[in-house]
């Protein structure tokens, strides 16, 4: 008889099923396209809501739709989740619906959204037999995975056993504890106040040894003959919120913000406007490979509205690449030239930076156009 194989468990998971019923059904047909129904949930320790959009248009027809959104900071550098809905019968008559309804997400940041589960079609739920009384009611599981410590398996014995190498060496989880270390605040010895026009501010405690390691600009702050070495309390001017926490969790784990993914453009202006405050505060504190991270963004996404923003802002910070980029877009035809002269990027172009006017007209007069 062989000998039992043992099971080693390499990960653990959180989920939680709950039943939402929306009763009135009928009556959600007067929400607007914008209106969701919110259910809170805590699993593994994180708040979560599940937004049901009773009204959702897509393909020309209105669905029931639900996303899932993380309410909490990710205390690691990522949360790995997985969603399903589908419709249900409480009374047991019929079967649930479709159970191919799901959608898996790596969130990385507080108020993070998955995109929309699409659930039913409106006109198919009557005849489909799942309203009881004017009450509909969905089905939703949300799945938290929690990584185990690698685990790594001696080679098996054999009686004429060879010396085997030595076991792969685990990568690198340096980034994860460095992360975990920003979100938890522990040993914190400065705070940044992120000033505001209404008063207060954001505040963002971190820890000066670890800034002053990655950014020349925070060494000399810090460890040099500036004011800032002795104090608590950093103001920081002019530097929006969201960017200078994004900033903050790349000096500690060297990873851009989702928004930054070449492969995640459901919100091109949200990128770009993300990618447009992020390379100033790169460019400020001395984040060269931040930086240019976001010129790349920035230079695959120049259209009519960004060009002349985004030139205004590659001048004013020494990206040579991305000035280039947009100086070819904007002299690439004549109706282009037109259309980007029309935009209010361009008024603060010719306000901000006049000289480089005189390089698009040169550009324009070599291409003849």
Not at 164 to 193: I, N, Q
Request: proline residues 5%; aromatic residues 6%; contains cysteine.
């Amino acid at each position: 008889m062989k000998p039992a194989t043992a099971i080693t468990k390499i990960t653990e998971a959180a989920r939680s099923v709950q039943l939402l019923q929306i009763d009135g059904y009928s009556a959600t047909e007067t929400m607007s396209k914008s209106d969701y129904i919110g259910s809170t949930w805590n699993v593994d320790g994180y708040e979560w809501e599940v937004r049901v959009d009773p009204e959702y248009d897509y393909s020309r027809a209105s669905w029931v739709a639900l996303r899932l959104i993380i309410l909490s900071k990710p205390r690691a550098v990522e949360v790995r989740a997985h969603f399903t809905g589908r419709l249900v019968d409480p009374t047991g008559r019929l079967q649930p619906s479709e159970d191919d309804d799901s959608i898996s997400h790596v969130f990385h940041h507080r108020r993070e959204q998955t995109k929309v589960l699409l659930v039913e079609k409106r006109d198919d739920i009557a005849s489909a037999g799942y309203l009881d009384n004017d009450s509909l009611t969905v089905e939703c599981s949300i799945t938290v995975l929690r990584e185990l410590p690698e685990v790594v398996f001696p080679p098996a014995a054999t009686k004429e056993e060879v010396p085997s190498s030595p076991p792969p060496t685990p990568s690198s989880d340096l980034h994860k504890h460095l992360g975990e270390l920003l979100e938890s605040k522990k040993g914190a010895d400065v705070t940044f106040l992120l000033a505001s026009s209404a008063g207060g501010g954001e505040r963002f405690p971190a820890h000066k040894t670890v800034l002053a390691a990655r950014s020349r600009v925070f060494m000399a702050e810090f460890f040099g003959g500036m004011e800032e070495r002795t104090s608590r309390v950093v103001e920081v001017q002019d530097v929006d919120p969201a960017a200078f926490e994004a900033m903050l969790r790349f000096v500690y784990t060297d990873v851009a913000p989702p928004e930054l993914d070449d492969d995640d453009d459901e919100e091109p202006a949200a990128a770009a406007t993300m990618a447009q405050h992020l390379l100033a505060a790169a460019d400020r504190y001395g984040l060269d490979r931040l930086k240019a991270i976001c010129e790349a963004k920035l230079a695959g996404c120049v259209d009519v509205g960004t060009a002349a923003t985004t030139l205004a802002l590659a001048e004013q910070h020494g990206c040579a690449m991305l000035k280039a980029k947009c100086v070819d877009f904007v002299t690439g035809s004549p109706e282009t030239l037109d259309a980007v002269l029309a935009t209010e990027g361009y008024a603060h172009l010719a306000a901000s930076c006049p000289l480089v006017l005189a390089e698009l007209l040169k550009s324009a007069r070599g291409k003849k156009i």
